[in-house]
């Protein structure tokens, strides 16, 4: 250490003389004493304060240039060194020899800066304002054939890339073009790992994904695809979920997707395809992940279901019903519920046995599998009577939803069980799904669905409330008495808040519980007249005029 500390004190006295040799071995000792011992010597060199000598000697034109570079990352390994770092203006300098033509000097300072910045997003977003991303994405292209200056480029565009602000800058670039090339060149699994580390995040945004795309990434994913979906080796495994994963992050932009898509002829959407009956699981998932974000638009949807789209995903979620993979459960179902989004779709789908598949789920205690369950469901019913009358009359079904408007733990399939069952009656208008429905105990959750904060769940439960009003209420009145029916309604009506179809179901719902005694005596006590007749002034005609006649309702029923 007594070594350190006297070429400490000759370099303060060497570098305001501008003495390269003394300059020189000086440099040498230290990088000697951080070999030896990292930690000791970095805070030697703080305390001596020698970093702020640094940004003078970090000029481009000087030869110690590479030495002080990788001094400071050597020193910025340690933690407690970085903010001094900063502190000594050690930052701006190192981004100017970023326009270096030196690779000794490129690579250090790339080390430099990105261990200075290390896990700090506020001095990463700082880089990225001092215009390094279009920098080093210049660097990649030019010294593509220096792998350890490639690394480096990768892993700062690894970090960099984390940051949401980072996005845009790279999307002004061509960092598609360039990985996609470096990754054609690649042939050893740890160098095409870390290209993808890089991909991952820059395909999160929509512009990057069509850049990729239009640069050829999907055909090289197809390809790593073929070459490992048989390979039993770890690396293969990974790289194999790696890049059918990116494949289907590409598919979430509208427009990559839609470029690969090219009118269900593309011969990418036919690949994926032949990913669904695939022997491997990770394929399985990825070609069911795939159909969901193909089907996001109605011209795909119904493009897939007439072409037998519908019937690769039954055969496998039937394959599922034993081995339980609930992954490619869940994924399978996401994709029939987008594919029974429009309408011509939906009897075609139910037609091909779509229901009776989704049914064999029911008994599944895992939350996402539920939950998608229960959306396919209701979207296949959607207009269609008679489904709606199949599945209302069953039972089991009817049990289950009512088990899981229950699950407090689980909002989603909780509010999806509560939009099923109202839907079942709504769809289906039939006093059996209703009779169902009131001896299965849905009745209850009905009411509570009615005082939803969202205004479509509110609207669902308030005209499926009125259907059984109106074709069962005797059969309802107890339960409807117990859930508190008229104290809801009084609130939605007296709340300014509620939505004009809102106030307009709630009055049509109070004139179809009159015909029951008990009800009609609470809406007399709650003198429901006061706020009807308030509500004849609405702005909305139809609310004023179901307001007057649902006054003199009230009035001749008093």
């Not at 994913?221 to 890049?243: F, N, P």
């Not at 990418?268 to 969901?292: C, D, K, Y």
């Not at 959607?382 to 407090?408: F, I, M, S, Y």
């Not at 009609?520 to 007749?533: D, G, M, P, T, W």
Request: with cysteine; hydrophobic share 45%; glycine share 6%.
């Amino acid at each position: 250490m007594d070594n350190l500390s006297d070429a400490l004190e000759k370099l303060k006295i060497a570098s305001t003389d501008s003495a390269t040799d003394s300059v020189e071995s000086c440099l040498d000792c230290l990088l000697k004493a951080l070999a030896n011992n990292s930690t000791e010597a970095s805070m030697k060199i703080h305390e001596m304060g020698v970093l702020p000598l640094f940004p003078t000697l970090l000029t481009p034109q000087s030869s110690c240039t590479p030495k002080v570079a990788n001094i400071i990352a050597e020193v910025a390994k340690n933690e407690f060194m970085r903010s001094p770092c900063v502190e000594a203006g050690l930052i701006p300098p190192l981004v100017q020899l970023l326009n270096s033509t030196d690779q000794e000097v490129l690579l250090q300072t790339g080390r430099a800066l990105g261990n200075i910045c290390y896990d700090s997003h506020s001095l990463q977003a700082q880089l990225i304002n001092m215009g390094v991303i279009p920098t080093l994405v210049k660097l990649l292209g030019i010294h593509s054939h220096n792998t350890a200056l490639t690394e480096m480029c990768l892993i700062a565009f690894g970090n960099l890339a984390e940051l949401e602000s980072s996005k845009e800058q790279f999307a002004s670039t061509n960092i598609a073009e360039e990985l996609v090339h470096l990754f054609q060149k690649q042939m050893e699994h740890e160098k095409k790992e870390m290209i993808f580390e890089v991909l991952a995040p820059l395909a999160e945004n929509d512009v990057i994904k069509l850049q990729l795309v239009e640069a050829g990434l999907v055909e090289c994913l197809l390809e790593v695809v073929a070459q490992t979906v048989d390979g039993e080796r770890e690396e293969d495994i990974a790289q194999l979920k790696t890049a059918s994963d990116l494949m289907v992050l590409l598919l979430l932009g509208d427009e990559s997707m839609q470029k690969l898509f090219e009118g269900g002829k593309g011969s990418v959407f036919q690949r994926v395809l032949s990913w669904v009956p695939s022997h491997n699981h990770q394929l399985q998932l990825a070609g069911a992940l795939a159909i969901a974000n193909f089907a996001r638009n109605d011209g795909n949807c119904i493009h897939m279901v007439d072409t037998g789209i519908v019937q690769k995903l039954l055969e496998l979620l039937d394959r599922h019903v034993e081995e339980g993979n609930v992954t490619v459960q869940h994924a399978a179902l996401s994709a029939l519920r987008n594919l029974a989004i429009p309408v011509v779709n939906k009897s075609k789908m139910l037609s091909a046995g779509v229901a009776d598949v989704v049914l064999k789920f029911l008994q599944s205690e895992m939350p996402p599998v539920q939950f998608k369950l229960l959306g396919t469901l209701r979207m296949l019913i959607d207009t269609q009577a008679e489904a709606a009358d199949h599945l209302g009359t069953n039972g089991k079904l009817v049990e289950r939803l009512v088990e899981w408007c229950e699950a407090k733990d689980h909002a989603g399939v909780m509010g999806e069980s509560n939009r099923l069952l109202s839907a079942l009656i709504r769809h289906s208008k039939s006093k059996e799904v209703v009779r169902t429905v009131i001896q299965g105990g849905g009745v209850k959750h009905l009411v509570t669905m009615a005082t939803s904060e969202h205004m479509i769940m509110q609207n669902e439960a308030l005209v499926a409330l009125g259907l059984i009003a109106a074709l069962d209420l005797v059969a309802a009145e107890k339960d409807l008495v117990g859930a508190g029916l008229v104290s809801v309604l009084h609130k939605l009506l007296s709340d300014e808040r509620s939505a004009p179809e809102i106030k307009y179901n709630s009055m049509i719902l109070i004139c179809a519980v009159m015909g029951s005694e008990p009800l009609h005596k609470e809406v007399q006590s709650l003198a429901f007249i006061n706020i009807v007749s308030k509500l004849r002034a609405h702005e909305n005609k139809t609310v004023s005029h179901q307001a007057s006649l649902t006054e003199q309702r009230l009035t001749a029923q008093s």
